[in-house]
Nanobody
Framework: QVHLVESGGGLVQPGGSLRLSCSAS????????VGWARQAPGKEREGVGC??????NFADSVRGRFTISRDNSKNTVYLQMNNLRPEDTATYYC???????????????????WGQGARVTVSS
């Protein structure tokens, strides 16, 4: 059974940084594409970015501020968020599936497996 667990959320001031972790069990993230999405209160979920074996992709709203990396030894993927803005406030989810690996699907892609989410609040 596949489990994804996000951690690292919290409260941060505008301009600050946070790093979210996505730890997996039941699936090898080292060979899978991993996506990050977020959902703000009252809004639809939106794709934030993706890490694949040969590429990364980010939404325009976060490009240049967010990066995604992986630690193969820990079967964990990270979302590093810098220069955070109040509009980045949301619950962040990581996701993966057994189909993708070498490429990033579109940011609206419906992944098979999702974590429970990590809350990020950007406020002074």
């Amino acid at each position: 059974q596949v489990h994804l667990v996000e951690s690292g959320g919290g409260l941060v001031q505008p301009g600050g940084s946070l790093r979210l972790s996505c730890s997996a069990s039941g699936i090898d993230l080292t060979t899978r594409s991993v996506g990050w999405a977020r959902q703000a209160p009252g809004k639809e979920r939106e794709g934030v970015g993706c890490l694949a074996l040969t590429e990364t992709n980010f939404a325009d709203s976060v490009r240049g501020r967010f990066t995604i990396s992986r630690d193969n030894s820990k079967n964990t993927v990270y979302l590093q968020m810098n220069n955070l803005r109040p509009e980045d406030t949301a619950t962040y989810y990581c996701a993966t599936d057994t189909t993708t690996g070498s490429y990033c699907p579109g940011l609206r892609y419906e992944w098979d497996y999702w974590g429970q989410g990590a809350r990020v609040t950007v406020s002074s």
